[in-house]
């Protein structure tokens, strides 16, 4: 944890990837995150792996450094509990379907009501002025939704989804940028509240097209938009008489060296070699050529080759091989940290890393509820009121109150 938002309070009504992530990555620049959970966990807590303590590895990657107060918001008491919270907050993070939120009493305008200067960032599937504002949306849903999983095709490829939580986790980041600008802002003068929306599409078509859009920027282009560079059948990863090798040569001083190397050098004769226009609109063919040469090496003659010539390359990883990156080990990417009080035996660094402000130590993700009666009782609430509110379900049961 960075403690560069120390002072910041966000309330996180979030659950699975998406809210949580952009929670999280709050929480590790030191801001006071405080999960709003009901009183049987969030979803995620279930899923699957699930350690023998209980905790699931998806919950554990996406809520450290944060509390967590356990509140049944369907009931009043449970509801006044949140309104207390906001009125105590600089941000409120939530994930659900606009109209959902609306229903329960939480919606912008009766937020702001409580609290004048919230920044309120709703981290939704679609923006709140189109067509589409209504539909549920899951990650699946958003990939095809955007055109990310169509693009396979462009290569002679059936539709596929990218095998990870893509649109969450991007839609994640742009919520987090969000409600920084959003916090910056009021340091510099902005005293109303702010209502940050982030929509997964337009998220992902955003940060698709930015490469993308290529000639549409301009026209209608006859190819259609794309960045056709990425829609070479020869764009992949390289079979070599072992295994599997990535190279990129980008420049013309790149591709004339690897050429030389494979025994090609005629090619940078050709008239058209010495344009980069021209070069890239033979791409494929280049890439062609090295597909070709690789498979008459080994995998790591080909590293070393690539690694002497000055030529961006990389062993292809699977998963679990870069568990035993040592580069990452180097860095340590996959330090326990705090999470090892919870039994795991590695976690992910947050990945920026700022060189000036001291670290603080990290906080393992919390039990359900760990936080509801310290956090309650900072509010006003007394050790009988609380009590109380548990008797009548309006909050769960918390490890204070088995302590």
Not at 67 to 82: I, M, P, Q, R, T
Not at 87 to 106: E, Q
Request: charged share 25%; aromatic share 8%.
């Amino acid at each position: 944890m960075t403690p560069l938002l120390s002072g910041i309070r966000v309330i996180d009504i979030t659950s699975i990837v998406l809210g949580p992530f952009a929670g999280q990555v709050l929480a590790d620049l030191g801001a006071e995150v405080i999960k709003i959970e009901p009183p049987a966990g969030e979803l995620s807590r279930s899923v699957h792996p699930v350690s023998q303590a209980g905790d699931s590895a998806m919950f554990v990657n996406n809520n450290r450094n944060k509390k967590s107060v356990a509140v049944n918001l369907k009931s009043a008491e449970g509801k006044d509990v949140l309104r207390r919270l906001i009125a105590s907050a600089d941000v409120l993070l939530h994930n659900m379907r606009v109209d959902a939120i609306n229903r329960l009493g939480f919606g912008f305008e009766a937020v702001k009501a409580i609290n004048p200067r919230i920044i309120y960032c709703s981290a939704i599937g679609f923006g709140q002025d189109g067509p589409y504002r209504d539909r549920p949306a899951f990650d699946d849903v958003i990939q095809a939704a955007s055109g990310l999983a169509m693009l396979p095709t462009h290569a002679g490829g059936d539709p596929a989804y990218v095998p990870s939580v893509v649109a969450d986790k991007v839609a994640a980041l742009y919520a987090s940028y969000g409600i920084l600008a959003a916090i910056a802002g009021q340091a510099r003068g902005q005293v109303e509240a702010v209502e940050v929306e982030v929509p997964m599409f337009e998220a992902l078509v955003g940060f698709l097209l930015n490469e993308h859009l290529a000639a549409a920027t301009f026209s209608e282009a006859p190819e259609g938009a794309g960045y056709h560079r990425l829609f070479s059948r020869n764009r992949k990863p390289y079979r070599t008489s072992d295994g599997w090798v990535a190279a990129l040569p980008y420049t013309g001083e790149q591709w004339r060296r690897i050429l030389v190397e494979i025994g090609r050098e005629d090619v940078t004769r050709e008239p058209w070699f010495e344009n980069a226009g021209a070069r890239s609109q033979r791409v494929d063919l280049l890439y062609g050529y090295l597909a070709a040469a690789v498979l008459d090496r080994p995998t790591q003659e080909w590293l070393d080759t690539f690694e002497r010539l000055d030529i961006p390359y990389s062993k292809v990883n699977d998963l679990d091989d870069l568990l035993a990156d040592p580069h990452l080990e180097a860095v340590g990417f996959f330090a326990p940290g705090g999470q090892a009080a919870i039994g795991a035996q590695r976690a992910l660094r947050q990945p920026v890393v700022f060189r000036g402000p001291k670290p603080a130590p990290d906080r393992p993700a919390p039990a359900v509820g760990g936080d509801t009666a310290s956090i309650l009782t900072e509010l006003g609430f007394s050790r009988e009121e609380v009590e109380r509110l548990h008797r009548d379900g309006a909050i769960g049961r918390t490890q204070e109150d088995d302590a």
